[in-house]
């Protein structure tokens, strides 16, 4: 037996070990144990490792690029694509997939949104991109979400053939420098803009497919125009998972999102993003079936729905903004992924005699007092239900939530419901995620 295998076998069944024992031992700088009330509540102390936050006030700036990063299957095959089973090999290009980014500074204070046509960008490929950003790219928070893309290259690993990873990096190398150039471009088009922001209700578009039947189905749009009111980019904020197309397609393709981008530009101009909600649960698209056609009439439904929620909406010239960033700690509970973890299928390191993972999360608020937008940003598949209930304590005007954001650690499941032989808690890194990411949040956030 070769060696590696051996070293390989060995450090399966020392995880395993620990996974059954429980007495992997708990650095200072790890999160604290969770704690349980009489009420079933639990509470965890996260550990504060990056924390920055910025209040300014001033006039505004905006500026947008886009920029492909489709495989060139030709020189970088075999692709696998990310999402539903193992081993699904792109055979061809439908539609090009995109980094998107819109660049907002109000006085000071400069925030990049980024939107990738990817299934989920973690969060060491998230600091790597950081790292391309030059001293003369000065940007305070850089926003990146994936769409959650079932069509395009697996970026997480878990969709290779057998035990091996799906990535290609010869491919996502690549990726990378391309989106790091993407916030880089949106930097350099600034110019003086205003915001408009509106919300409108899609109404029976998707479908939530595990109990209790709890969905957003609100579509938020922040739209950023120059001084002569020409669109320079639209972001729509909707929750629903990009899988019209489902697992039959092995077409490279951005599913819905590619008919927003095309609708909407071709109809009010400038560059627009799809920025995905929380799609726990499941939230998916109610569609008759998996077809193109599909994709096209359920995308061009919600941009349509965007568009014209704009109509009456003022444009806002100045503002007050406020924003926060906190790094944690989350204790990787899964075991099936910490297994992965170790064959390189999940390829990010563990914290703390391999304990925990490393995340962040993010808030930006808008307006005095934050009246006007309040945003947070979740790294992973939150659950409508965790949504709603920090929402109700929020009280800005719009108030949007950010899913899949600087990582993908998979479903966060509400704690009281969450149940190991359930889908959803077979993909999500950690039992424990609901109440840090939330409590760490509501910390955050500026609430009456």
Partial sequence: MRKTMIVTIVSIIFLLSLEIIGTIPLGSSSAKDPIENDQNIIFIEPTQLHHNEKMDYGLIMAGAAANQITPDLSTQSPIFIGGFGRNRVATGIHDDIWSRCCVVQIGNTTIAFISVDLIGVMYPEYQRIMSYLDENTSIDLVVLTSTHNHEGPDVIGLWGKAIWSGISWDWYDGA?????DT???AYENMKPAGIKLAHAIALGM???SREPIIMEEQVETIQLVDYDEQVIATMVCYASHPEVLWDEN???SSDFPHYIFEHIEET?????????GSIGGLITPRTQNHSYESAKDFGESIADISINSLYNSSIIWETHVHLETKEIFVPMTNPVFRIASILNILDRPLYNFRKDLKTSVNIIELGEDASLLQIVTVPGEDFPENWFELKEKMHAKHRIHIGLATDELGY??????YNPKDYEESMSASKYLDPLIHQTLENMLTLF
């Fill in 412 to 417: 966060i499941v509400p704690i009281e419901d």
């Fill in 206 to 208: 998707s479908r939530d």
């Fill in 250 to 252: 092995t077409l490279i």
């Fill in 176 to 180: 990378l420098s391309i989106i790091a």
């Fill in 268 to 276: 009010i101009g400038g560059t627009t993003l799809f920025i995905q």
């Fill in 183 to 185: 916030i880089k471009e």
